[in-house]
């Protein structure tokens, strides 16, 4: 059974269930409002079917509703920020605006972030600073789910990266992409259908190549970006490794495979290094290196250029990273969040436990 | 015939080359020191082979070998630099330079260049903020050669990325990666030898797949990193596209289809929308996040922990980004760098043309 539900409503119902595990009421519509972009962008993995994930955190101890975030080191375009072990849907969007209010000073502003946890999808965080004309980067790592070329251990999380660009009459180009050839939540759609993944997207515990999507389950690993050597995979390996040093290795958060779990039943890993999970942000004014209508006109000239672009036959034009989501975000807005089967359960499951009407 | 020239020799003799079409003695070795540090990172394709090129350019009127080159907008942590047409291995590291002062005043520096040409290895300019105990940053646009996903036309250039960040004991961490699943001189290479490419490297001017490596020439394109759509190419292209809108949207330089090709005899696009290719630059002091020991350990077991991850059985080790690079560079300080067939012939050429000794 699907269920088509109205957005503010699924947010009112995820902001009271954020509130009944200890938010307060501005954290708990922080935390909602960040969580929730990924059902509307279309994004149905990272969305409101991890609140249940997000509130046994919150019960194993392992995510502090009331974190006290703040800046521990700064210099005028940089800084590092405490979450306090707070949500990272909380964490993040403070982070986001110390780069914001930096980048407004001195013309771009950095921030690494420890102590976190995980923060919902990079573009929401990303797309801050698009609403102040500048461009917004966010990235963050995540625990161990990928092997590194020839590697036969997993060491990287899925670590996203996102960039997103505001243009003038066209919409901002948003590029939000994990470091994998595959996400997590395409494999976990394959597993449900009963169906194989193509090559190239996973290997078994001892690294061999193989179609099975159970195959995390038992030792396997997501492949980078590029899925084999020969088709560069030490390429998104490097991205990867990029986006864990630059959120956990700047900041003193964990990294490598030391990278708090976010299912809480899974065991913390030993000999942590740092600090929770890190995040990093970016924001760059437009106007720090040109007039911003100028840019905003080139923008539009790039972006017009590729949407015009020959396309394969039997594909119907070339997409602007973002095009997908932005074309979801207007059709959910009006028609609601599809939800159904066991996120649907577990939905109605929090809401009889905390004593909150579902929608 | 194969010979191994000591690296000293042949940079003495490129200086004298670079001197001969006009750049002043101290542009000459700064432009040869660039070059050559791609043919002493095994890079060969960008090294001294190109040489011819960058001659050819200043022979027709599209590289000023006397720039001037300047800044024209800045904040305190941000600049664009106006390159008046030299070459890119004389304006890139003006404006890494640039880059890592502000870095000194207010923690990071961000510098997008307009109206340069062809830099090198985006490796050689990134490394500069190493040796000032920052993290480098450094990527450039080039003419189209690699279409988007979906797209039967190319686009974007190979548009590389290079990140490197500084350790304590390690060596430093240096990816340095074009944007494609192969880059072109890996084709260059196979057309040689007369061998077929891999699937998933390029298609033809239909946007087949295809393994002919002669199918540029006939309008066919390289394939962004991921290679088709199942995994990731627009992973590949959004980066690649990033690549194109830091260096030349944000700095007023030619993007997309506009770039000026690096081959002399090719036509330039027409509609050109700025000037010049473009580049982008960064620098993050370390202890504008964290103090740079504390970084510097944390790198040093991140380093560790991936170079004694189990292997996959068949490889040996894992490899941090820029071992191999590293360990060519050592080898070839000491025993030269290897010259062979066309190039040999091509460097003979030069030195009979302006009346200078090859070594």
Redesign the interface.
């Known amino acids: 059974m699907e269920r088509l539900i109205p957005y503010e409503q699924l947010l009112n119902f995820t902001r009271e269930i954020f509130q009944k595990i200890g938010c307060s009421p501005q954290d708990a519509l922080t935390a909602s409002t960040a969580l929730l972009s990924a059902d509307l962008r279309g994004i149905d993995s990272h969305g409101v079917a991890r609140l249940i994930g997000y509130v046994r955190l919150q019960e194993a101890g392992r995510a502090n509703p009331r974190p006290v975030i703040r800046i521990i080191?700064e210099?005028?375009?940089?800084a590092?920020v405490d979450g306090d072990g707070g949500l990272g849907l909380v964490v993040a969007p403070f982070a986001m605006q110390v780069a914001i209010e930096k980048a407004r000073?001195?013309?771009?502003g950095?921030v690494?972030v420890q102590h976190s946890n995980h923060f919902g999808i990079a573009g929401y965080h990303a797309l801050k600073a698009v609403e102040n004309d500048m461009i917004g980067i966010a990235m963050t790592n995540a625990s161990a789910l990928v092997a590194?070329?020839?590697?036969?251990?997993r060491?990287l999380g899925t670590n996203p990266i996102c960039?997103a660009?505001p243009a003038g009459t066209e919409p901002p180009?948003v590029?939000d992409?994990?470091?994998?050839?595959?996400a997590n939540g395409k494999l976990e759609i394959l597993q449900r259908k009963g169906q194989q993944a193509?090559e190239?997207?996973i290997?078994d515990k001892?690294?061999?190549s193989t179609t099975d999507p159970h195959a995390l389950k038992t030792g396997g690993a997501l492949l980078p970006?590029?899925?084999d050597r020969?088709?560069?995979s030490?390429?998104?390996?490097?991205?990867g490794?990029?986006v864990?040093?630059f959120s956990a290795?700047?900041?003193?958060a964990n990294?490598?495979?030391w990278v708090p779990p976010f299912p809480a039943y899974v065991p913390m890993p030993t000999g942590m290094?740092?600090k929770g999970i890190g995040h990093f942000f970016g924001a760059?004014?437009?106007d720090?290196?040109?007039p911003a209508d100028?840019?905003k006109q080139?923008?539009d000239?790039?972006i017009g250029?590729?949407r015009s672009?020959?396309?394969?036959?039997g594909?119907e034009?070339?997409?602007i990273?973002g095009d997908p989501e932005r074309e979801m975000e207007f059709i959910r807005r009006q028609s609601g969040i599809p939800l159904f089967g066991v996120v649907l359960e577990e939905l109605k499951g929090l809401a009889e436990k905390f004593g909150v009407e579902f929608p």
Not at 105 to 108: K, R
Not at 177 to 182: E, G, M, N, R, S
């Open positions: 080191h210099t005028p375009s940089t590092v000073q001195v013309g771009t950095w690494s590194p070329t020839f590697s036969a251990e060491l960039v660009v180009f590029a992409l994990a470091t994998t050839t595959a193509p190239g997207w290997q001892k690294g061999n970006l590029g899925g020969e088709h560069g030490h390429k998104g390996y490097a991205l490794a990029i864990d040093i290795v700047l900041s003193g990294y490598g495979p290094p740092g760059m004014r437009l720090a290196f040109r100028e840019f080139d923008m000239k790039w250029r590729f672009a020959t396309p394969v036959a594909h034009k070339v997409l990273p």
